[in-house]
């Protein structure tokens, strides 16, 4: 029996299996990635139908984008190290301190996260032209920047505060005992420990700050261009294919150059501890780090309190008027159906989404955790985790054209298929769910999946015993950040959405761009519904969390 | 723990029981009404009638739901709707798509990127058996009415807050002249020509007023605070002092008919400055490469049909085309249009669009 059994269990382990398993989702990310970004890239090479690389180098020698260049890398990583100096103390704070409403908050912070760019914009152009016009950012970088941090600090809060939980406090209290001061034990024991934490989250928020649009729009007022708002100028404007695809290669080769500095300083194998800290209450060494806290609460819960003071009020006075219209389409018909068939309909389009990038996860992270026996196996299993960190790094502006421009002809005629949106949203939640997946994978002891087999459990078996109990809760984890990405995903749904199917982030920024006052206190009043589906969606997954969950 | 597993049973159950609810809509969505089957290369007479038409248009799209019903109900048409972005944003995804449009017919090219789409033969040649008399005076130059039927017409204009400036003690400016003194310092607002059709159609209607000295235009402006912001809802709901975010700023630039929007108690609260008006024209066409030509064309004639003209003003805030067609009563008391607008030809915006757009970028860039 056993003699039968162990070549299976190994099986199941060799480079061939690898690529079964990663098969469906490397297959669904070249039809719905690679090709139309290469569709779309590829025309900006071949402008009348020849070859013309020399045309597309020759853009990159334009002053233009060599500026928008080098601003979005210093906003960027400006925005990054603002992210994680702010961020650090409140995942301490919210995941090793006993404070009130910890839950509440952890739930909350991650608002932000699917909100819509242009109603936050609106939102902080109110505060820094109104009670915080003193600090007189209102369409500086300092205001951009702003921006960035509120959308991302969710990202490291989560990603460091869940390492931070599930790691061992034995070594930093055995220095401790050794004598090291609170700040030595940070330094030489909890830092170090928490690296690939805080690299995976860094590199997360660089990609999602060097691809923001509406912020860098909204709040530099037009002064400011970056990569992506070049990329939409020079798409949506001026046809400019060539200068467009010039800057689409630059996109990804940072993301890739980002990728491989986070691969290796990410480790490739840690243990599960056994031993999990139990929050313990604040003590006055902590005060810092609550200050600290305290300050990011409120700078997140600043522009929520504008976009809700706002939506309460009609004509100056406190109404629930906008949220009653909500069933409606506007004044002067703004809309083609109520906003409520939208948020509806977001729902549904974020349960497959959800669905969708959960299967493919799952596949990618499995298919990446396999044990390694041969270093091209490790290299492939390396090259197959960053390939499905790009769709974070890319324009949707190029994959929505993308998308119109390659599918359009059978067999992948899928332009109108209503799959196209859950799809496209599941691309951009698929990341978040392998970097939550890869290292709960990565704690289980291959030796138990070992046991299991010598035991007499087949393959599927071992996945079943050892697998399955250790990755519910991150999979349930991982559904409630695939869901809240999916419900705010703007850039690429408004490319492909349908007017009779429009998502709730699509109608908001239909009806700000009607005139009327109902319509803009609509608006209002809709983000405030998404932002609280969004909440109550992250209270149910927190009530459901692993202590040991994720690395970003 | 006991909580947690009956949040995990729902959980599980809700998404059980939503799961595919993209395809199960498909299924039964009462407006998913999709064409009868076109036997494969026949393009004889005999074919059976494609049910549904395809509109690919911008954003601003919005006509009342009964009339839309009613042509549906007298063509035996069903007409599927594809709205995304602004008009240069449409015109680009014509142009990438030429020939295997998402699409039949396309509503919403304007003045200023008529050329561009025109160039790339994104439009059949198809003009509407009857055009009403004026009509054809909106033509695009050079193609008259050949491909492109022109629908409605607005003025991008200056608009003054007058209640603001009657509570100033101050005389609200009348020309583009007036926006650069001192007396209007940081009062005025507007979308950027970059990110902004309105804002372009105003950058036009400065080139077209002060030739090569534009620029120095510009630079007076911005040296006397005008503000620039991403899009028109930026300018007008959070700048302007009459939108819905209440902002400081009393001059904003919108459109002609704005003063129709802002009655209450028999007067209007805002006034368009007629001599600083831009003409942005929007037209209509039948995409090359529709698979649905019959109905492309019964819809561009449709839109020139009385019953859609006289709906325009109320549903898109645009003048109809068609001469004659009667107006709203707001409008006909409080929307003025200019009498003599700025033009610039749309030729000329084709070919400089590039060159402008980026001297304008120098220039308000500090």
């Known amino acids: 029996m056993e003699r039968r059994h162990l070549p299976l269990g190994g099986r199941l382990r060799g480079p061939v299996t690898l690529l079964a398993l990663a098969a469906v989702p490397v297959a669904v990310l070249a039809v719905f990635f690679v090709l139309p970004v290469v569709g779309m890239v590829g025309r900006g090479f071949r402008p009348e139908g020849h070859w013309d690389v020399g045309g597309v180098l020759d853009v990159l020698a334009r002053p233009q984008v060599h500026r928008v260049l080098w601003f979005t890398v210093w906003t960027s990583t400006a925005a990054t190290a603002v992210t994680l100096v702010l961020g650090l103390p409140a995942a301490y704070v919210l995941h090793r301190l006993t404070v009130p409403l910890r839950r509440v908050v952890r739930a909350a912070l991650l608002v932000p996260f699917v909100l819509p760019t242009v109603v936050v914009g609106v939102a902080f152009r109110q505060l820094f032209t109104g009670p915080l016009a003193w600090l007189h950012v209102d369409g500086t970088p300092w205001a951009i920047l702003a921006g960035l941090v509120f959308f991302n600090a969710a990202v490291v809060v989560r990603a460091v505060g869940a390492a931070w939980e599930s790691l061992d406090p034995r070594p930093g209290e055995a220095a401790a005992a050794l004598g090291a001061s609170p700040g030595t034990v940070f330094r030489t024991v909890t830092l170090p420990a928490l690296r690939p934490a805080i690299v995976g989250a860094g590199s997360v928020v660089f990609l999602f700050c060097a691809t923001s649009f509406g912020v860098v729009l909204t709040l530099g007022g037009l002064r400011y261009a970056s990569v992506e708002t070049e990329i939409y100028l020079l798409t949506t404007n001026l046809l400019d294919l060539q200068g467009a ?74 109404s629930l008027a906008n949220y009653r219209a909500l069933d409606s389409t506007g004044s002067h018909q703004a809309l083609l159906e109520p906003a409520t068939t939208a948020l509806n309909l977001s729902l549904r389009i974020a349960v497959d989404a959800t669905l969708l990038a959960l299967t493919l996860g799952l596949l990618v992270a499995l298919s990446v955790t396999r044990r390694a026996r041969t270093r091209g196996e490790r290299r492939l299993r390396g090259i197959l985790d960053a390939l499905f960190m790009l769709p974070l790094g ?23 298929s209503p799959w196209l949106v859950p799809i496209a949203q599941a691309l951009v939640a698929l990341p978040l769910v392998v970097r939550t997946l890869v290292p709960a994978l990565l704690g289980i002891d291959d030796r138990q999946r070992q046991a299991a087999a010598s035991l007499g459990a087949g393959p599927w078996r071992a996945v079943l015993v050892v697998d399955v109990p250790v990755l519910w809760r991150p999979l349930l984890a991982s559904a409630g950040f695939a869901f809240a990405a999916s419900l705010g995903e703007f850039g690429a749904t408004s490319f492909l959405a349908r007017d009779e199917n429009a998502t709730l982030p699509v109608v908001i920024y239909r009806l700000l761009g009607h005139p009327g006052a109902m319509n803009y206190g609509m ?28 690395v970003l | 723990m006991r909580l947690r597993a009956l949040a995990t049973i729902g959980v599980t159950v809700l998404l059980a029981t939503t799961a595919c609810s993209v395809s199960t809509k498909n299924d039964s969505g009462p407006d998913d009404t999709t064409s009868a089957p076109v036997p494969s290369g026949s393009t004889a007479s005999a074919a059976p009638k494609i049910k549904d038409v395809v509109l690919v248009t911008h954003d601003s799209w919005s006509l009342p739901k009964k009339l839309v019903a009613q042509w549906e109900q007298q063509t035996g048409y069903h007409l599927v709707v594809r709205s995304n972005g602004d008009a240069g944003k449409l015109t680009n995804k014509l142009v990438l798509t030429q020939g295997n449009p998402d699409g039949d017919v396309s509503f919403g090219v304007d003045n200023t990127f008529a050329t561009r789409a025109l160039k790339a033969n994104v439009f059949a040649p198809y003009t509407p058996a009857s055009v009403p008399t004026g009509v054809s005076g909106y033509d695009v130059e050079g193609d ?7 629908i409605d017409h607005s003025d991008v204009c200056v608009n003054v807050d007058t209640t603001w400036f009657a509570a100033h003690h101050l005389t609200p400016p009348t020309t583009l002249d007036d926006l650069t003194k001192p007396a209007y310092k940081n009062l005025f607002v507007t979308p950027g020509a970059s990110t902004s059709s309105p804002g372009m159609a105003f950058l036009l209607a400065t080139i077209a007023a002060y030739g090569d000295g534009w620029q120095s235009y510009w630079s007076k402006l911005m040296a006397n605070g005008a503000e620039i912001t991403d899009g028109w809802d930026q300018a007008y709901e959070v700048e302007f002092t009459q939108g819905g975010g209440k902002g400081k700023r009393p001059i904003v630039l919108s459109y002609d008919s704005d003063p129709a929007y802002t009655v209450k108690g028999g007067t ?13 024209v929007e037209y209509a066409g039948v995409l090359t490469g529709a698979k649905n030509v019959p109905g492309a064309k019964a819809f561009v004639e449709w839109l020139l049909s009385p019953q859609v003209q006289a709906a325009l003003p109320r549903s898109m805030y645009v003048f109809p085309v068609v001469p004659g067609t009667p107006l709203p009563a707001d409008w006909t008391r409080f929307a003025k249009q200019p009498t003599n607008p700025l033009t610039v030809s749309p030729a000329e915006i084709d070919a400089n669009r590039e060159k402008w757009l980026q001297q304008w970028s120098d220039v308000t860039s500090r």
């Open chain 1, 245 to 318: 695809a010039a800057l689409s290669l630059l996109q990804l080769l940072v993301v890739v150059a980002l990728l491989l500095i986070g691969a290796r300083s990410r480790p490739m194998r840690t243990s599960t501890q056994r031993a999990p800290a139990r929050p313990r209450r604040p003590r006055r060494g902590d005060l810092p780090q609550l200050a600290v806290t305290v300050l990011l609460l409120a700078f997140v819960a600043l522009p929520l309190a504008t976009l809700l003071i706002g939506s309460l009020q009609v004509d100056g006075h406190w």
């Open chain 1, 394 to 416: 890319v324009s949707a502006v190029t994959l929505g054209f993308g998308f119109l421009v390659t599918l359009d002809r059978p067999p992948l005629d899928l332009r109108d």
């Open chain 1, 523 to 550: 608006a209002l009043a809709a983000s405030c519904v998404l932002a609280a589906t969004t909440a109550v969606v992250m209270l149910v997954v927190e009530r459901l969390r692993v202590p040991s969950l994720g």
């Open chain 2, 144 to 150: 008259g009415g050949q491909h492109l039927t022109p």
């Open chain 2, 268 to 280: 209007t609260s805002t006034q368009a400055l007629l001599d600083t008006c831009f003409t942005e």
